[in-house]
């Protein structure tokens, strides 16, 4: 808020600003009269002589084109377009700013831009208003917000409450310890430490029941959501003490700010003490917590020692021996009476000083939250009713979690507790309150301007492409046409002079490049009439199943796909040569709903029958799947220098598994993130996108090959570690001593940024029968070209670049596999050697303990 000042009466006032619509219609006034004046050589009619001078003098500064009847500014030798419309201003901004190529610059880049070729009246201050309320910019701002003030936890006695934490998983000691649960106490700051084999809820139970035996039950226990915390057999211990439970809020671990900072110094004195692997800080954790319960805290001005009992500890380098002769009985009771009304009475007064510390030091803790706002953390002042944004908080570990949006919503501020925190409602018809609570520091006010959604709904993007053909060319590329430009479909501008395309030779050949029907739908006679019975018969040559009453909502008239609901009368089939693919599909029955990912049917006796592969259980194979928001990909993807992310990855392999169901292969690239690759083993015929190094996609694959030989096609032929190897053994899973890798020789492509494209496409042409080796794609278009796939909802065969194209050269590493579970050797695994055939093995593998 711009504070008030001042003014002399004998000064003219401000004058005040004026709105856009006033602005506009003044800049058209005037420009009205100035085109008037340089087609005509005269002023037009009702003008007076200052209004007449006026004219003259602005007509000096602009130039008219005739031909196209557009006004033209001049400043400095260098012509900008007059703009006269609300409408054409937000197509400018949208342009410069919210298209791939504007880049969602900020305000003075974006300004800098649009003022080299236009010119308008409150440039500036539109501009501005533009970029405040772009949902793009908004929800992916990275700015620091806080509450609007401090709301310190007041507690006025020891025990009253007590902090619980867990710090790990550190380095495994040799009796098994990985965790530490901290208990703090927030009057005295005494601490507790406990170690513990597992985080598991019952292992917290037990420390809280030693807590309570040896120190006496806190009055109320703080600790954060984390199951261990929360489950059952935590509030019957707390029952049974009398002890009240409180959490803090999700992500919000500020509430529980001071045993956090009892965890950080316990980290850092443990790193001094413990040995070169750091598996004896078990053996620490006693002196560590003497040393903070005896040294001085800066809050109370005393030690939680003589806080939680009334006197400085006994240090055995301080005790002397005095020999003195007892007193006699009843002066020894006068004594001990004497030096209890003391200790009470310095209780008393300690008690008394603690409290006003603490007020100062917390007053101290205001002033310094205070500066942090100074120093541009924001703080919003939000009411019930405001729209806003809450901060996405989730820990995001998968590839691509970084580019994730910071800010979600908007939603609507329904509620605001005395403790600052929101309950919110998503905007949507129908929507239910959030379950927890959000606190002020997670949320930002949501800005629209109607500016911005002028610009939004002047550059929608055309409906989606749900009606295509199986064999229709997917992007809106005109055949026939002579101009061999792609359209591209997405609201951003793209140089169609850099994705030109030449028809004869990078175009989708409609008489060859067909999706093979007999490949990528299972050998079925689907008929369709729209709202009628439909009867599908799948061709087997032992196997005929009819059901009745079916209706099959595709685009494309495949049986293979994930994301369409089949409704039946009868049980479907999943026979040994034609198998559906159901990982995501729901199956409603009116009798019988059977499992097709797991069940075969016979088709003798018309009986289920379960049937389980032992060692690959469904249940641990993660498949790509469809994504839920394919527009949003579209317009990261033609995002210049813009990684493709695993949401990507998965839905172009989904698109093509979808058009290629006889493909094996095609596993989620988060899969493989795990310790244990989540992939179907032993495959054969495979093709799958990995991701190696943590920031590259390359495609894998044992189509031709012998059973222990696996291809890389990278781009870049960048080197594996020992994990990205693991991942390829696990596809592999061969029998055999040791895995060849073999990286043919391939296009290398320009750039770091685009290796997801190339994976994607080389994905393709192995499912088309075509050698990568032998392909040169047009790096330009790789991007439109996968964004109007995406688009379309189905990919076709990237376009060939007519210029000759640098090469990698073919490299073959043969890697030794061990163990029963083939896997190549990784630096810290725990390997014994057998006695009898000399190989070796895991310890895990074979469960063999540490000593035998």
């Known amino acids: 808020m711009v504070p008030e000042i001042e003014q002399d009466p004998k000064s003219e006032p401000q004058p005040e600003k004026k709105s856009r619509k006033d602005r506009i219609a ?9 085109v008037h004046y340089l087609q005509h050589g005269k002023h037009p009619e009702g003008l007076t002589k200052n209004q007449q001078r006026v004219v003259r003098a602005q007509a000096k500064k602009y130039s008219l084109d005739e031909a196209n009847n557009e006004l033209y500014y001049i400043v400095g030798g260098v012509q900008k377009k007059v703009v006269l419309t609300v409408e054409e201003i937000g197509e400018i901004l949208h342009h410069h700013h919210s298209n791939a190529m504007g880049g969602h610059s900020g305000v003075n880049a974006t300004l800098n831009k649009i003022s080299n070729h236009y010119y308008w009246n409150g440039m500036k201050e539109d501009v501005q208003e533009y970029i405040m309320s772009c949902h ?10 806080q509450a609007p003030e401090l709301i310190p936890i007041k507690v006025k006695g020891a025990l009253e409450l007590v902090g619980i934490d867990l710090i790990g998983p550190l380095p495994t000691t040799p009796d098994g310890f990985k965790y530490v649960c901290t208990f703090t106490d927030y009057f005295t700051k005494f601490v507790d430490f406990y170690p513990i084999k597992n985080k598991s809820a019952d292992c917290v139970a037990k420390c809280i029941k030693k807590f309570t035996c040896r120190w006496g039950a806190p009055a109320r226990l703080l600790s954060d959501q984390g199951r261990e915390f929360v489950a059952k057999i935590n509030d019957e211990v707390c029952r049974e003490f009398g002890i009240k439970r409180s959490v803090t809020s999700a992500y919000h671990p500020q509430t529980n700010g001071l045993d956090e900072r009892t965890n950080q110094t316990l980290k850092h004195r443990l790193s001094k003490l413990v040995n070169e692997h750091q598996n004896n800080w078990c053996d620490f954790l006693d002196e560590v917590a003497y040393s903070i319960r005896t040294q001085k805290q800066a809050t109370t001005k005393y030690t939680p020692f003589f806080l939680m009992f009334g006197r400085n500890p006994n240090s055995p380098q301080m005790m002397t021996v005095v020999e003195d002769s007892s007193p006699a009985p009843d002066q020894l009771e006068d004594l001990l009476d004497e030096q209890v009304g003391e200790r009470t009475a310095l209780a008393e007064d300690v008690h008394k000083q603690v409290l006003s510390n603490v007020e100062i030091a917390q007053e101290k803790q205001k002033k310094q939250f205070q500066k942090r706002m100074a120093k541009g953390v924001k703080t919003f002042n939000i009411k019930v009713g405001d729209t806003i944004f809450k901060k996405q908080m989730k820990n995001v570990s998968r590839k691509g979690g970084k580019m994730e949006p910071i800010w979600m919503g908007p939603y609507r501020v329904t509620e605001i507790d005395k403790n600052q925190r929101a309950t919110l409602i998503p905007l949507n018809d129908g929507a239910v309150p959030l379950k927890t609570k959000v606190p002020y520091d997670q949320l930002r006010p949501y800005m629209t301007s109607e500016l911005y959604d002028i610009a939004q709904r002047d550059t929608a993007m055309p409906p989606r492409c749900n009606n295509m053909s199986p064999h229709a060319p997917i992007s809106n590329i005109d055949v026939n046409h002579k101009d061999d430009t ?6 951003n501008t793209v140089d169609t002079t850099t994705d030109t395309v030449d028809t004869t030779t990078n175009m989708v050949d409609t008489t060859t490049n067909k999706v093979d029907t007999t490949i990528n739908t299972v050998d079925t006679t689907i008929t ?3 709202d009628t019975t439909i009867t599908n018969t799948v061709d087997t040559t032992t196997n005929t199943v009819n059901t009745n009453s079916n209706t099959v909502d595709t685009t494309t008239n495949k049986v293979n796909t994930n994301s369409k609901k089949v409704n039946t009368n009868s049980n479907m089939v999943d026979t040994t040569t034609n198998k559906v693919n159901t990982n995501s599909k729901k199956v409603n029955t009116n009798s019988n709903t059977v499992d097709t990912t797991t069940n075969k049917v016979n088709t003798t006796t018309n009986k289920v029958k379960r049937k389980n592969k032992v060692g690959k259980s469904k249940r641990n194979i993660l498949h790509c799947a469809a994504n839920a928001n394919p527009e949003k990909l579209v317009s990261t993807i033609l995002k210049k220098n813009y990684w493709l992310t695993d949401e990507h990855m998965d839905h172009g392999q989904w698109l093509i598994s979808k058009q290629f169901p006889k493909m094996k292969g095609f596993h989620s690239v988060l899969a493989f993130e795990g310790k244990t690759p989540k992939v179907e083993k032993g495959l054969k015929d495979f093709v799958q996108i990995v991701n190696i190094g943590g920031n590259h996609w390359v495609t894998v694959t044992n189509i031709g090959c012998e059973e222990n030989r696996i291809k890389v096609y990278d781009t870049l032929y960048r080197s594996m570690s020992n994990t990205d190897k693991i991942k390829l053994a696990a596809l592999l899973n061969t029998s055999l001593e040791s895995m060849v890798i073999e990286w043919p020789s391939l296009q290398i492509q320009e750039g770091d940024s685009d290796c997801g494209l190339f994976a994607m496409a080389i994905a393709l042409a192995l499912c088309n029968g075509q050698d990568p080796c032998q392909q040169a794609y047009d790096q330009s278009a790789m991007r439109v070209h996968l964004a109007t796939c995406f688009h379309c909802e189905e990919i ?8 000759k194209c640098k090469r990698s050269k073919s490299v073959e590493v043969t890697e030794e596999l061990f163990c029963h579970c ?8 725990f390997m014994i050697e057998c006695s009898n055939c000399l190989q070796w093995f895991h310890r895990s593998c074979d469960k063999v303990p540490r000593t035998v």
């Open 26 to 34: 003044e800049q058209k006034e005037k420009c009205e009269r100035i």
């Open 136 to 145: 793009q910019c908004q929800v992916y701002s990275k700015i620091k917000t």
């Open 486 to 491: 792609i359209t591209n479909t997405n609201t």
């Open 528 to 530: 369709n009439t729209v």
């Open 796 to 803: 076709a065969v990237f376009p060939l670049s007519k210029v």
């Open 822 to 829: 083939r896997m190549p050797y990784k630096e810290g695994d």
